[in-house]
T-cell receptor, first 113, second 114 residues
Framework: DQQVKQNSPSLSVQEGRISILNCDYT??????FLWYKKYPAEGPTFLIS?????DKNEDGRFTVFLNKSAKHLSLHIVPSQPGDSAVYFC????????????FGTGTKLQVIP | DTGVSQDPRHKITKRGQNVTFRCDPI?????LYWYRQTLGQGPEFLTY????????KSRLLSDRFSAERPKGSFSTLEIQRTEQGDSAMYLC????????????FGQGTRLTVV
């Protein structure tokens, strides 16, 4: 049972344009959401997070949007840079269980110079 | 401190053999996690420690798997009687208590069972 779903395995975007990565979840208990970035041969690196009490969180070029009613979140990268090329994992967790994070299957982003 | 360190980076073993992986967390982090990642999937939670206490284990952690963190510092993950289905990347992460949602991951140990 895939509780966190990333339905796009890959995405290609031109440098300077916006990258939008999508994520859906099914577990209503999830109240904290994260995005991790992973380069080849490295472990995942925390990128940005959002609590369910918010619908938007911004950090530089990265913005995460949360639509609780649709159980959907998205990561926007503006402008996209070649160094952003990586696999992006959406992840979710819940109060009282923040130690156990559920990851999606990842979206491989390629930013074309 | 250079971050979370895992050893070895790669391990090839024959089916039925035992293997042990080591994880050295960031020194001041008292929480340590093990995840497994198979091809095309995201990391899956296996277990976590707070100091030396193992506080939660996933049902993915069969009785062939055992994890320890004897002195609350480094941790080991042992797989006994390996099976081909155990082939995966084993990731270790650490965090400060209260900062669980921003864990730092190691580079992982890639296990191949032949």
């Amino acid at each position: 049972d895939q509780q966190v779903k990333q339905n796009s395995p890959s995405l290609s975007v031109q440098e300077g344009r916006i990258s939008i990565l999508n994520c859906d979840y099914t577990n209503s208990m999830f109240d904290y959401f994260l995005w991790y970035k992973k380069y080849p041969a490295e472990g995942p690196t925390f990128l940005i997070s959002i609590s369910s009490i918010k619908d938007k969180n911004e950090d530089g070029r990265f913005t995460v949007f949360l639509n609780k009613s649709a159980k959907h979140l998205s990561l926007h990268i503006v402008p996209s840079q070649p160094g952003d090329s990586a696999v992006y994992f959406c992840a979710a967790t819940y109060s009282g269980g923040y130690q156990k994070v559920t990851f999606g299957t990842g979206t491989k982003l390629q930013v074309i110079p | 401190d250079t971050g979370v360190s895992q050893d070895p980076r790669h391990k090839i073993t024959k089916r039925g053999q035992n293997v042990t992986f080591r994880c050295d967390p960031i020194s001041e982090h008292n929480r340590l996690y093990w995840y497994r990642q198979t091809l095309g999937q995201g990391p899956e939670f296996l277990t976590y420690f707070q100091n030396e206490a193992q506080l939660e284990k996933s049902r993915l952690l069969s009785d062939r798997f055992s994890a320890e963190r004897p002195k609350g510092s480094f941790s080991t993950l042992e797989i006994q009687r390996t099976e081909q289905g155990d082939s995966a990347m084993y990731l270790c992460a650490s965090s400060l208590q209260g900062m669980d949602t921003e864990a730092f991951f190691g580079q992982g140990t890639r296990l191949t069972v032949v």
